[in-house]
C-alpha cells in the first residue's frame, strides 16, 4: 500500500517535469532548431569520418608516439582534414539551412525558399563577404551555430510573415506558376536582405558575437558534472514513466552538447592536444547505458523464469544498437519500483566515473560524431580516437552489476510470487 | 490497410513494423517514422499508432490528423514490450474498422 503511494508520488514529479518539457518541445521554433540538427546528421557523420581518418593517419594521432594507425594514408593526412572541416567545422552553416527548411515544413512552407533565406540571412550577419576571393569563416562553425539558429528561425518567420500580409509583386494570371512564385517570394527577401545589411553593415552591428556573450553564462556554467547528473537522472526518471526521455530533453541539451561537439571539432582541426570539453558526444551517455541496460539484459537471460528469459533474449539485439523500449516496456521497467533506484544510481555513478576519467584527461574526449545508435564499444574509440575509452565499458558493467543484482533478485521473487498467485487463482476458477 | 508507427525517431518502431509484417497481408503497407514528421505524412495513411513512449504527443497528433479523419492511438504497452507484432497488428485493424464503420 505505501509502495503504491510513493510510486504514485514518482509519477505525478515526473509527470510536472515531462509536461512542460513537451509543451517546450512543441514550441515551432524550438523544434525547427532540433529537428534541424538532426538533419545535418549525413554532414556531421561525413566530418567524424574524415577527422578520424585525419586521426588515425597521423604519426602519433591515435596517442601511441610514433604510431600511425593507418601508415599508407600518412601523406595525404591533412588532406582529410580539409573535408572535415568544411561539414563538421561548418556545422553553423549547415544548421542555418536545414533549420529554416524544417521551420518551414513545421508551418506548412515550401522549404526551397526558406532554406535560401537561412543561407543569405546567415552569411550575411555572420560575414563581411569575401575579400580578393577569401571569405572569413570564424563564425561558420561553433561561435555561428546560435546565430545560426536565430537567423533560420526568425528570418524565415518574417519572410512568413510578409508572406501571409500579400507584400509581393502579383503577377498577371498569364504568367506560369513556377516563374509567378518565384517573383512571389523577391520582396520578401529583399527586404529581409535589407534589414540584416543594415544590422551588420550600416550599424555595424555582429550580432553572432552578442548572442554569443548573452549566452555565455549558460554555455559555460551549464557543462559540469552536477548539471550532468541532474539532466541524467530526470532522463531515466521520465523514461521510467514510461515516457522517451531524450527526445524531451533533447531540446534544452543539444543545442548545448553541439556547441561542445563543434568547439571540440575546431580544437581538434586547429591542433589542439587537450581538448575544451567533455558533454559532447554519444560516447558518455553510452557509458551509463553500456552498464545499466547490457547488465539487466544479461540478468534477464539467466533468469530462472521463463517469462523474463524470453524478454532479455527480445532485448539483447535491439539493445546493442542502444533500443531500450523492449526492456522499458517489456520486463517492464515502466513503474517498476524495484528496479528504478538500481536505474538511477547506476547510471549516475557510472556518468560520474566516466566524466571524471575524461575531465582530467585520462582518457581523450569527444571530437567526432557518431550515430546514436552505433553500439557503445565502436562509438567510444570512434568518437574519441582514443582506444583507451573501451575501459570504460568493463568498468561501467561491473558497478551496474553490483548495483543492479540485489534489486533484480527482489524484483525476480516478487514476479515469481505473483505468477503463483495467478496460477492458483486460474486453478481455483478452473475447480468452480 | 496502410499503417503509420511513429515513435522518438521511427527507430524502435521500425523494428515493430518488421514484426507486423509477418501477420499483414501483401497489400499492407507498414511504415515507421519519427512523431514530428507524421503531421507533414499522415494523409498518405489509414491509421496512425505512436509508440507509448511519445504519448505526450498524443493530443497534438489526433488535432492534426483529426483533419484526415485518419485514427490514431497508442500501441499497447505490453504488446510494444515483448514486441509482439501480431497484437499490434490487430490493434491497427481495428482501428481501421472503428474509423470505416465511422465515416
Redesign the interface.
Known amino acids: 500500500m505505501t509502495q503504491q503511494k510513493s510510486m504514485e508520488k514518482v509519477t505525478e514529479i515526473a509527470m510536472k517535469i515531462a509536461k512542460p518539457l513537451a509543451k517546450f518541445g512543441e514550441i515551432k521554433g524550438v523544434k525547427a532548431v532540433s529537428m534541424g540538427l538532426v538533419s545535418c546528421m549525413p554532414i556531421t557523420i561525413i566530418g567524424s569520418i574524415f577527422v578520424l581518418l585525419n586521426v588515425f593517419s597521423t604519426v602519433g594521432g591515435m596517442g601511441i608516439p610514433g604510431v600511425a594507425f593507418l601508415p599508407f594514408f600518412t601523406g595525404i593526412a591533412d588532406k582529410f582534414a580539409i573535408v572535415n572541416n568544411l561539414t563538421l567545422n561548418f556545422l553553423g552553416f549547415w544548421a542555418a539551412l536545414t533549420i529554416a527548411q524544417n521551420y518551414a515544413e513545421l508551418n506548412n512552407y515550401e522549404p526551397k525558399t526558406a532554406g535560401m533565406i537561412g543561407v543569405l540571412t546567415f552569411l550575411l550577419i555572420s560575414t563581411d563577404g569575401p575579400t580578393k576571393g577569401l571569405l572569413d569563416s570564424s563564425y561558420f562553425g561553433a561561435r555561428g551555430l546560435f546565430i545560426a539558429m536565430i537567423c533560420s528561425v526568425w528570418f524565415v518567420k518574417l519572410y512568413m510573415y510578409l508572406d501571409r500580409k500579400n507584400i509581393k509583386i502579383k503577377m498577371p494570371d498569364s504568367v506560369p506558376p513556377y516563374i509567378a512564385s518565384t517573383f512571389g517570394s523577391l520582396v520578401p527577401i529583399i527586404i529581409i536582405t535589407v534589414l540584416c545589411f543594415l544590422i551588420r553593415e550600416i550599424l555595424g552591428i555582429n550580432l553572432a558575437n552578442i548572442v554569443n556573450n548573452l549566452l555565455a553564462p549558460i554555455t559555460v556554467n551549464a557543462e559540469n558534472p552536477f548539471v550532468y547528473s541532474i539532466i541524467g537522472a530526470l532522463g531515466t526518471l521520465l523514461w521510467f514513466c514510461g515516457l522517451h526521455g531524450a527526445a524531451l530533453l533533447g531540446p534544452i541539451t543539444q543545442p548545448l552538447t553541439t556547441l561542445y561537439m563543434a568547439e571540440n571539432v575546431a580544437a581538434k582541426a586547429a591542433g589542439a592536444s587537450v581538448l575544451p570539453h567533455v558533454w559532447c558526444g554519444y560516447a558518455l551517455g553510452a557509458v551509463g547505458f553500456a552498464g545499466s541496460f547490457y547488465v539487466l539484459t544479461l540478468l534477464l537471460c539467466r533468469s530462472r523464469l521463463e517469462n523474463l528469459r524470453v524478454i532479455g533474449k527480445a532485448a539483447a539485439v535491439p539493445i546493442i544498437f542502444n533500443i531500450q523500449e523492449p526492456l522499458v516496456f517489456g520486463v517492464p521497467l515502466v513503474f517498476n519500483g524495484y528496479l528504478l533506484v538500481p536505474w538511477i544510481l547506476s547510471n549516475f555513478v557510472n556518468g560520474l566515473i566516466a566524466w571524471f576519467m575524461t575531465s582530467t584527461n585520462f582518457l581523450g574526449k569527444a571530437f567526432a560524431d557518431v550515430s546514436w545508435a552505433c553500439p557503445s564499444f565502436l562509438a567510444l574509440p570512434f568518437s574519441t580516437g582514443d582506444l583507451k575509452t573501451l575501459i570504460l565499458i568493463p568498468i561501467s558493467f561491473a558497478i551496474a552489476y553490483v548495483i543492479w543484482k540485489p534489486f533484480f533478485v527482489a524484483f525476480e521473487n516478487s514476479e515469481e510470487a505473483r505468477m503463483k498467485a495467478e496460477a492458483v487463482a486460474a486453478q481455483e476458477e478452473k475447480s468452480e | 490497410m496502410r499503417i503509420l508507427l511513429a515513435?522518438?525517431?521511427g527507430?524502435?518502431t521500425s523494428?515493430m513494423v518488421e514484426r507486423m509484417k509477418k501477420f499483414a497481408k501483401p497489400e499492407d503497407k507498414i511504415e515507421a517514422h519519427s512523431v514530428?514528421e507524421v503531421p507533414?505524412i499522415y494523409k498518405n495513411y489509414d491509421v496512425v499508432i505512436l509508440?507509448?513512449?511519445?504519448?505526450?504527443?498524443l493530443d497534438?497528433i489526433k488535432k492534426a490528423c483529426s483533419k484526415g479523419n485518419v485514427p490514431v492511438d497508442i500501441i499497447d504497452?505490453?504488446a510494444?514490450?515483448?514486441?509482439d507484432g501480431q497484437r499490434v497488428y490487430k490493434q491497427a485493424a481495428d482501428m481501421y474498422k472503428k474509423g470505416a464503420d465511422m465515416k
Not at chain 2, 51 to 57: C, E, I
Open positions: 515513435c522518438a525517431s527507430c524502435t523494428l514530428n507533414m509508440g507509448p513512449q511519445v504519448r505526450l504527443q497534438d504497452i505490453t510494444y514490450g515483448r514486441m
